[in-house]
C-alpha cells in the first residue's frame, strides 16, 4: 500500500451519516443564501415554486432548478453571482458556448475552500509536505495554475510556478530544482516525456514521482505511457471552473481507481442526459455538481455534461467520499483542445461574422507529437471575390484570427469549395475527432 | 473592350484540377488562355473561355466557388522588349499591373498578353493612345 497523506482526517473520514447531515446543513444555507443574494436564482426558485424552507432534506435536491453553461452566458458578466463586488476577490474566465466567455467570482471563503480541496487531493494523490510541485498548468484566467498553486503551498509542499509551455525551460526546472510532483494536462506529460526521451534523460535522472493531471480527458493507455515514460504515478484530478477548479475530485494512490468527490463541498447527482432522471448506482449519466460551500457565485445543479458514473463500493483508503469512475465522453459536443475547452458554436459565430464564406465547417481535431491539433475546412461562398489570391488569404487569416481571438487557440483554417463539406440530414458533420481520449 | 475572365478556386488536392478541366471539356467549353496563381493550399485558376456565361453556370452547378473578371487584352509584338513597351506606359500613367498572363498564339507577329490593373478605364486609353493594339473579346476567341 502507497503511502499517504490525509490532509484532513476528520472531514475525509468523516462516517457518511455525518457527511450527509453536513451536506444537508449546507445545501440549505446555500439555497437561502441564492435566494438572498443572487436574483437569478430567486427568479429560478420562484419559477420552479421552491422556497428555501422547502429544502429540508437531500431528497428535496431534486426540486431545485438546474443551472446550465448558457445561463452563465446569458447572464455574463456576473449576473448569477450572490455576493457584492467588494467580496469578490478573485475572477476566472474560461471558454462560453459562442462569444463571450463564462466568468467565475470568488470570495476569499471560496478561494479557501477550493485551496483546501486541491490540498486534500494532494494528500490523496499520495504527495507530502516534503514535495516539490512544478506546476505546468497555465496561469492567469484559467483555473489550472492558480487553483494547483494555492493547493500545493496551503498543503505545505514548495512550488515551482513555471506556467504552460517553453519546454526545454520545463526540462531545464527539472533537472536542476528536482520537482517530485508534476502538475499539467495530460498531453502535456506525455509531451515533456517524450522530450526527455529524445534528449537522452533517463526518468531515473530525475526525482518526479507523481503527476497531478487534469483538465482534459485521457485514457488507461495515456497514464501507462506517462507512468513508463516519466518513473511517476500518474494521477488523475478533476474540476471545472464553473464550481471552483481542479480538486473537486481526485483519485487517491491507494486504489488509483475512480476519482473521490469532496462530498462536503459538492453534491454530485449521475442523471441520465436526455430524462434527467437519476442513473442507478453503477451506471454511466451526466455528471450534475450542486456547490454547497460556496458564497461568490454557488451553482445549483449545474450541468457538467461530463458522462461518469458512481463506484459505489466503499475505497480501500478509508476516505467515506465516494467516487466517480473516470470521465467516458461528453453528452454535448464540447471538445477539449490543449486543455482549452472548445464549442462549435464557438467557432460557428466567428463565420458567421464573416463575408465571403458559407456557415458549413468541419472542425478536425487531431494529436500529433502529443500536441492537439485544430484544423477547420470552411466553405467559400460560390460567389465570393475571389479573383486576387490576396483577396482569399485575407479571408482565411480573418478567419484563423477570430479564432484565436474567440478561442484562445491557434487554428489552421482550409477554404474549401462550396457545397463540398459532407451533410447529414441537411446539416454539415461538424466535428472529426482522430484523438483517442476516452477509454 | 473588356474581356470577361473567369476566376476559380481550386483546392491544393490532387486531381483537382484534371477535374476542373474534364468538367469543361464535357460541357463543350473551349479554354482559350488559363493561368493558376498558386498558395500553400489553394490555387486561382483564371481563364478565358469562349463562353464565359455557360462556364460560370457549369462550374457553380458541380460547387465551384467562380468569379467574373474583366481584364484587357492587348496584341504585343513579339520580340524582345515588346512587353515592356506596353508596362512602360501604365507606369508613366500611373496604372498599377495586378497581374498579367501571357496567351501563346500569335497573331501575325504579335503575341496577345491579358492584363489585370487597378485602373482599366485609364489604362484602355492609355493603350489607345500609345499605339498599343487591344483585342475584343471576340478577337481573342477567334485566335482558336
Same mark, same amino acid.
Given at each position: 500500500?502507497?503511502?499517504?497523506?490525509?490532509?484532513?482526517?476528520?472531514?475525509?473520514?468523516?462516517?457518511?451519516?455525518?457527511?450527509?447531515?453536513?451536506?444537508?446543513?449546507?445545501?440549505?444555507?446555500?439555497?437561502?443564501?441564492?435566494?438572498?443574494?443572487?436574483?437569478?436564482?430567486?427568479?429560478?426558485?420562484?419559477?420552479?415554486?421552491?422556497?428555501?424552507?422547502?429544502?429540508?432534506?437531500?431528497?428535496?435536491?431534486?426540486?431545485?432548478?438546474?443551472?446550465?453553461?448558457?445561463?452563465?452566458?446569458?447572464?455574463?458578466?456576473?449576473?448569477?453571482?450572490?455576493?457584492?463586488?467588494?467580496?469578490?476577490?478573485?475572477?476566472?474566465?474560461?471558454?462560453?458556448?459562442?462569444?463571450?466567455?463564462?466568468?467565475?467570482?470568488?470570495?476569499?471563503?471560496?478561494?479557501?475552500?477550493?485551496?483546501?480541496?486541491?490540498?486534500?487531493?494532494?494528500?490523496?494523490?499520495?504527495?507530502?509536505?516534503?514535495?516539490?510541485?512544478?506546476?505546468?498548468?497555465?496561469?492567469?484566467?484559467?483555473?489550472?495554475?492558480?487553483?494547483?498553486?494555492?493547493?500545493?503551498?496551503?498543503?505545505?509542499?514548495?512550488?515551482?510556478?513555471?506556467?504552460?509551455?517553453?519546454?526545454?525551460?520545463?526540462?531545464?526546472?527539472?533537472?536542476?530544482?528536482?520537482?517530485?510532483?508534476?502538475?499539467?494536462?495530460?498531453?502535456?506529460?506525455?509531451?515533456?516525456?517524450?522530450?526527455?526521451?529524445?534528449?537522452?534523460?533517463?526518468?531515473?535522472?530525475? !526525482?518526479?514521482?507523481? #503527476?497531478?493531471? &487534469?483538465?482534459? +480527458?485521457?485514457?488507461?493507455?495515456?497514464?501507462? *505511457?506517462?507512468?513508463? $515514460?516519466?518513473?511517476?504515478?500518474?494521477?488523475?484530478?478533476?474540476?471545472?471552473?464553473?464550481?471552483?477548479?481542479?480538486?473537486?475530485?481526485?483519485?487517491?494512490?491507494?486504489?488509483?481507481?475512480?476519482?473521490?468527490?469532496?462530498?462536503?463541498?459538492?453534491?454530485?447527482?449521475?442523471?441520465?442526459?436526455?430524462?434527467?432522471?437519476?442513473?442507478?448506482?453503477?451506471?454511466?449519466?451526466?455528471?450534475?455538481?450542486?456547490?454547497?460551500?460556496?458564497?461568490?457565485?454557488?451553482?445549483?445543479?449545474?450541468?457538467?455534461?461530463?458522462?461518469?458514473?458512481?463506484?459505489?463500493?466503499?475505497?480501500?483508503?478509508?476516505?467515506?467520499?465516494?467516487?466517480?469512475?473516470?470521465?467516458?465522453?461528453?453528452?454535448?459536443?464540447?471538445?477539449?483542445?490543449?486543455?482549452?475547452?472548445?464549442?462549435?458554436?464557438?467557432?460557428? !459565430?466567428?463565420?458567421? #461574422?464573416?463575408? &465571403?464564406?458559407? +456557415?458549413?465547417?468541419?472542425?478536425?481535431?487531431? *494529436?500529433?507529437?502529443? $500536441?492537439?491539433?485544430?484544423?477547420?475546412?470552411?466553405?467559400?461562398?460560390?460567389?465570393?471575390?475571389?479573383?486576387?489570391?490576396?483577396?482569399?488569404?485575407?479571408?482565411?487569416?480573418?478567419?484563423?484570427?477570430?479564432?484565436?481571438?474567440?478561442?484562445?487557440?491557434?487554428?489552421?483554417?482550409?477554404?474549401?469549395?462550396?457545397?463540398?463539406?459532407?451533410?447529414?440530414?441537411?446539416?454539415?458533420?461538424?466535428?472529426?475527432?482522430?484523438?483517442?481520449?476516452?477509454? | 473592350?473588356?474581356?470577361?475572365?473567369?476566376?476559380?478556386?481550386?483546392?491544393?488536392?490532387?486531381?483537382?484540377?484534371?477535374?476542373?478541366?474534364?468538367?469543361?471539356?464535357?460541357?463543350?467549353?473551349?479554354?482559350?488562355?488559363?493561368?493558376?496563381?498558386?498558395?500553400?493550399?489553394?490555387?486561382?485558376?483564371?481563364?478565358?473561355?469562349?463562353?464565359?456565361?455557360?462556364?460560370?453556370?457549369?462550374?457553380?452547378?458541380?460547387?465551384?466557388?467562380?468569379?467574373?473578371?474583366?481584364?484587357?487584352?492587348?496584341?504585343?509584338?513579339?520580340?524582345?522588349?515588346?512587353?515592356?513597351?506596353?508596362?512602360?506606359?501604365?507606369?508613366?500613367?500611373?496604372?498599377?499591373?495586378?497581374?498579367?498572363?501571357?496567351?501563346?498564339?500569335?497573331?501575325?507577329?504579335?503575341?496577345?498578353?491579358?492584363?489585370?490593373?487597378?485602373?482599366?478605364?485609364?489604362?484602355?486609353?492609355?493603350?489607345?493612345?500609345?499605339?498599343?493594339?487591344?483585342?475584343?473579346?471576340?478577337?481573342?476567341?477567334?485566335?482558336?
Amino acid at each position: 500500500m502507497a503511502s499517504q497523506t490525509i490532509y484532513n482526517p476528520k472531514i475525509e473520514l468523516m462516517p457518511r451519516d455525518q457527511l450527509q447531515l453536513l451536506q444537508q446543513y449546507r445545501l440549505r444555507n446555500t439555497v437561502q443564501h441564492l435566494y438572498d443574494h443572487s436574483p437569478f436564482y430567486k427568479k429560478r426558485l420562484d419559477e420552479a415554486g421552491v422556497a428555501p424552507e422547502q429544502i429540508k432534506t437531500l431528497d428535496d435536491l431534486r426540486r431545485l432548478p438546474f443551472t446550465i453553461k448558457y445561463d452563465l452566458r446569458d447572464n455574463y458578466p456576473d449576473g448569477i453571482f450572490s455576493a457584492p463586488t467588494e467580496q469578490i476577490v478573485r475572477y476566472h474566465v474560461s471558454s462560453g458556448t459562442t462569444g463571450k466567455p463564462t466568468v467565475v467570482g470568488c470570495t476569499r471563503h471560496d478561494l479557501d475552500m477550493w485551496s483546501e480541496c486541491v490540498a486534500r487531493s494532494l494528500g490523496a494523490a499520495g504527495c507530502t509536505q516534503k514535495d516539490i510541485a512544478q506546476i505546468a498548468y497555465g496561469y492567469g484566467l484559467f483555473t489550472g495554475g492558480l487553483g494547483l498553486h494555492d493547493g500545493c503551498e496551503l498543503f505545505g509542499m514548495t512550488v515551482i510556478p513555471a506556467s504552460s509551455g517553453n519546454t526545454s525551460r520545463q526540462l531545464m526546472l527539472m533537472q536542476d530544482l528536482n520537482p517530485t510532483v508534476l502538475c499539467c494536462t495530460p498531453s502535456y506529460a506525455l509531451y515533456l516525456g517524450e522530450a526527455l526521451q529524445k534528449q537522452g534523460i533517463s526518468p531515473d535522472e530525475l !526525482s518526479l514521482r507523481i #503527476g497531478i493531471f &487534469g483538465a482534459e +480527458p485521457w485514457t488507461e493507455e495515456m497514464r501507462k *505511457r506517462i507512468e513508463q $515514460l516519466l518513473g511517476i504515478d500518474a494521477m488523475d484530478i478533476y474540476g471545472l471552473s464553473e464550481t471552483s477548479g481542479p480538486g473537486v475530485a481526485v483519485e487517491c494512490i491507494e486504489a488509483k481507481h475512480g476519482l473521490h468527490f469532496w462530498e462536503d463541498n459538492f453534491i454530485f447527482e449521475i442523471l441520465d442526459p436526455e430524462t434527467l432522471e437519476p442513473m442507478p448506482d453503477g451506471e454511466y449519466g451526466e455528471l450534475v455538481i450542486t456547490t454547497i460551500n460556496r458564497t461568490g457565485m454557488p451553482t445549483l445543479r449545474y450541468r457538467t455534461r461530463d458522462i461518469t458514473r458512481i463506484i459505489p463500493e466503499p475505497c480501500t483508503c478509508g476516505r467515506t467520499h465516494r467516487r466517480i469512475d473516470r470521465l467516458k465522453g461528453r453528452s454535448d459536443d464540447m471538445l477539449i483542445i490543449r486543455g482549452v475547452n472548445v464549442f462549435p458554436s464557438q467557432i460557428e !459565430s466567428v463565420l458567421a #461574422g464573416l463575408k &465571403g464564406i458559407m +456557415p458549413h465547417y468541419r472542425i478536425i481535431v487531431d *494529436r500529433k507529437n502529443n $500536441l492537439d491539433t485544430l484544423d477547420i475546412e470552411v466553405e467559400l461562398a460560390p460567389d465570393m471575390p475571389l479573383d486576387e489570391v490576396r483577396t482569399v488569404e485575407k479571408l482565411r487569416s480573418e478567419i484563423e484570427k477570430g479564432i484565436h481571438a474567440t478561442l484562445g487557440l491557434a487554428a489552421n483554417v482550409h477554404l474549401v469549395q462550396p457545397n463540398t463539406i459532407e451533410r447529414s440530414e441537411g446539416k454539415a458533420k461538424r466535428v472529426t475527432d482522430l484523438r483517442k481520449v476516452y477509454d | 473592350m473588356f474581356i470577361r475572365q473567369i476566376s476559380v478556386f481550386i483546392e491544393n488536392r490532387k486531381g483537382r484540377l484534371a477535374e476542373f478541366c474534364r468538367l469543361l471539356g464535357e460541357n463543350g467549353i473551349d479554354m482559350v488562355a488559363v493561368t493558376i496563381a498558386d498558395t500553400t493550399s489553394f490555387g486561382i485558376l483564371r481563364a478565358i473561355v469562349d463562353d464565359t456565361d455557360k462556364a460560370v453556370k457549369v462550374l457553380r452547378e458541380a460547387n465551384y466557388a467562380v468569379t467574373v473578371t474583366e481584364v484587357l487584352a492587348v496584341a504585343i509584338d513579339d520580340e524582345p522588349g515588346g512587353l515592356a513597351v506596353a508596362l512602360e506606359k501604365l507606369r508613366d500613367a500611373g496604372i498599377s499591373v495586378e497581374y498579367l498572363y501571357s496567351f501563346v498564339r500569335h497573331v501575325g507577329d504579335q503575341c496577345v498578353i491579358l492584363f489585370r490593373v487597378d485602373d482599366p478605364t485609364h489604362a484602355i486609353k492609355v493603350f489607345n493612345e500609345g499605339g498599343v493594339r487591344l483585342l475584343s473579346f471576340d478577337e481573342v476567341i477567334s485566335y482558336r
